[in-house]
């Protein structure tokens, strides 16, 4: 009997040793949002990186948007001009702060990419400094990832104040590391 439960004790070990070894691997999509202060040669933007790994799939995620001019004109200020969703460089993530984060669902995460299609595809002129700007571009992807938005029109051009407000009303959602 005394060799019975260490014999137990081994096949249980054994078992646990086995689960751990085959479980899923964690996974999580991060999106973290961006912003960056007029300075120097550039203007205000804000924009979004989501990294990380989609748990259905395993597939490994790392892209940034962001929402602009196509040219910046003097146009700019008089009305609408082409927009696009571009990637931004690894130099446009290091110049800019980094205001929060949270992790995504894979659901939520595909939310963020139909809205990211959704400014992508939309009809030219699609930028507007007063209604379709970067801002306005992140705040579609904030409501995207679930988080509670306030259409605040004096942010809308002051991406840092914008996103603290975002960071304000969802507390226990982010992450500000």
């Not at 696009?84 to 980094?98: K, L, N, W, Y």
Request: with cysteine.
């Amino acid at each position: 009997m005394a060799r019975a439960v260490p014999l137990r004790l081994s096949l249980v070990l054994y078992v646990l040793l086995w689960l751990v070894g085959h479980a899923p691997a964690a996974a999580a999509v991060e999106i973290a949002f961006y912003s960056r202060d007029m300075g120097g040669s550039h203007f205000p933007h804000a924009f979004v990186r989501v990294s990380g790994t989609l748990d259905a799939t395993g597939e490994a995620v790392d892209a940034t948007y962001g929402f602009t001019a196509r040219r910046i004109t003097p146009g700019l200020l008089l009305g609408s001009v082409s927009g696009e969703v571009i990637s931004e460089d690894p130099q446009q993530v290091t110049r800019s702060a980094r205001q929060f984060a949270l992790t995504l669902s894979d659901s939520h995460y595909r939310d963020v990419l139909t809205a990211v299609d959704r400014w992508r595809t939309r009809r030219q002129p699609s930028y507007n400094l007063d209604r379709r700007n970067c801002v306005h571009f992140v705040a579609d992807l904030a409501r995207a990832a679930g988080l509670q938005v306030e259409g605040t029109g004096r942010l809308m051009k002051r991406p840092r104040a914008f996103l603290e407000q975002v960071a304000r009303l969802n507390p226990a959602l982010i992450n500000r590391r």
